[in-house]
Antibody, heavy 121, light 107 residues
Framework: EVQILESGGGLVQPGGSLRLSCAAS????????MSWVRQAPGKGLEWVSA????????YYGDSVTGRCTISRDNSKNTLYLQMTSLRADDTAVYYC??????????????WGQGTLVTVSS | IQMTQSPSSLSASVGDRVTITCRAS??????VNWYQQKPGKAPTVLIS???TLQSGAPSRFSGSGSGTDFTLTISSLQTEDFATYYC??????????FGQGTKVEIK
């Protein structure tokens, strides 16, 4: 059974940094691309970033380019999102999602339960 | 590529046939996926590549379309189908944008 568990969310001040983690199990981790998708309170879904199964290729959405870094440790079956220069509009639930293929993107076939990031003073 | 869903919300009764449309700002072949999200829960995939029903999705859900215009149809709405539905493109290069969502409510 595929299991995806995010952690690392919380309250952070504007301009601060945060690192989200995502522990995955139940599948061969390095065979699949992974992404982060976020959802602001009461709003729709926004794709944030993706990384290939090998970790050689990364992609970012316009709203986080230059402020976020996606990475993965395939030996630990863990995905990360390092976020810096956080702004109020980064406030959202951040979902870790598994892609159907090794190369981003096909479709997202498994989602974690999400971790809430709140940017506020 | 922008994805525009319509309507943004709808009210329907159990047993109704429901259709949600998604229009892409440029041609994207059949690279559209549909997700269902219930309140307080993560989304789940229903349809991939415009019309492929994913494992676990009920057969009353179907998808169609290609190019710029896509449709998600629920043939006979059930109580458990009241949720928000999102289209998303997976064409070529990112960003792989989602539509703004369609909330299906009980009439």
């Amino acid at each position: 059974e595929v299991q995806i568990l995010e952690s690392g969310g919380g309250l952070v001040q504007p301009g601060g940094s945060l690192r989200l983690s995502c522990a995955a199990s139940g599948f061969t981790f390095d065979n699949y691309a992974m992404s982060w998708v976020r959802q602001a309170p009461g709003k729709g879904l926004e794709w944030v970033s993706a990384i290939s199964g090998s970790a050689h290729t990364t992609y970012y959405g316009d709203s986080v380019t230059g402020r976020c870094t996606i990475s993965r440790d395939n030996s630990k079956n863990t995905l990360y999102l390092q976020m810096t220069s956080l702004r109020a509009d980064d406030t959202a639930v951040y979902y870790c999602v598994k892609d159907q293929s090794s190369w981003p993107t096909d479709f997202f076939d498994s989602w974690g339960q999400g971790t809430l990031v709140t940017v506020s003073s | 590529i922008q994805m525009t869903q319509s309507p943004s919300s709808l009210s329907a009764s159990v047993g109704d046939r429901v259709t949600i449309t998604c229009r892409a700002s440029e041609g994207i072949g059949r690279y559209v996926n549909w997700y269902q999200q219930k309140p307080g829960k993560a989304p789940t995939v229903l349809i991939s590549e415009a019309s492929t029903l994913q494992s676990g999705a009920p057969s009353r859900f179907s998808g169609s379309g290609s190019g710029t215009d896509f449709t998600l149809t629920i043939s006979s709405l059930q109580t458990e189908d009241f949720a928000t539905y999102y289209c998303q493109h997976s064409y070529s290069t990112p960003p792989w944008t989602f539509g703004q969502g369609t909330k299906v409510e009980i009439k």
